[in-house]
């Protein structure tokens, strides 16, 4: 099994729909990270989380929410997708002070 | 927050070639990593390097945080390299989260 799972690898959903997207982790990292990425660009953070109670925005948090249901656990809500969250997103985890370990990524499309 | 930006933008190669990556930042930092995302979309840490210089078999990188930038340096390239490198940043004032460049994309041909 991978460190960190993502699901569902690939998603079409209609305009207006709210869907979850779901990140677990093997690794034991108290850090977990979701991330867009649009084509040509790097990475934006959406949300942040240094342990189950300590949840923070990134800085494109508008349209998202966030769920850490559990150390291992990391789910990104879209309440009411549109067509320009058409994205392909990734989780991450990472330890205090190493660096990050990235699930597969889910790629979304919003007709 | 933390400006950064990588050049080149696109780079071509033929195999066997050598290439060097730059990825320049504005701001202090706590940690700076190296990724490469392969043609499947799959990133791949390929270094954690705040400061110093660290090698891995044909890859090397080096981080002179004084000067705000680093380096990464790809010797011999294969076609398993095509891809896109991105550096990701960690500035002081927003510890505990990374901010990515734009990336470096690579071609490497036969």
């Known amino acids: 099994d991978a460190d960190v799972t993502q699901t569902p690898r690939n998603r079409i959903t209609k305009t207006g729909k709210r869907i979850m997207l779901e990140c677990s982790q093997t690794?034991?990292?108290?850090?977990m990270y979701w991330y867009r990425q649009d084509p040509g660009l790097g990475l934006r953070l959406i949300y942040y989380?240094?342990?189950?109670?300590?949840?923070n925005k990134g800085e494109i948090s508008d349209g998202y929410s966030v769920s850490r249901q559990a150390q291992a656990k990391f789910s990104l809500s879209l309440e009411s997708a549109i067509p320009n969250q058409t994205a392909l997103y990734f989780c991450?985890?990472?330890?205090?002070?190493?660096?990050?370990?990235f699930g597969s990524g889910t790629r979304l499309t919003v007709v | 927050g933390i400006q950064v930006e990588q050049s080149p933008p696109d780079l071509i190669l033929q195999e066997g070639a050598n290439s060097t990556l730059r990825c320049n930042f504005s701001?202090?930092?706590?940690?700076l990593q190296w990724f490469h995302q392969n043609p499947w979309g799959q990133l791949i840490n390929l270094f954690y390097i705040p400061s110093g210089t660290k090698q891995n078999g044909r890859l090397s990188a080096t981080t002179v945080a004084t000067e705000r930038y680093s380096l990464l340096y790809i010797s011999s390239s294969q076609t398993t390299d095509s891809g896109v490198y991105f550096c990701a940043v960690e500035g002081r004032t927003n510890a505990g989260k990374s901010t990515f460049g734009d990336g470096t994309t690579l071609t490497v041909k036969p």
């Open positions: 991450a985890t990472s330890p205090r002070g190493y660096g990050y370990t």
């Open positions: 690794k034991g990292h108290d850090r």
């Open positions: 701001d202090s930092v706590n940690n």
């Open positions: 989380s240094f342990d189950v109670k300590d949840i």
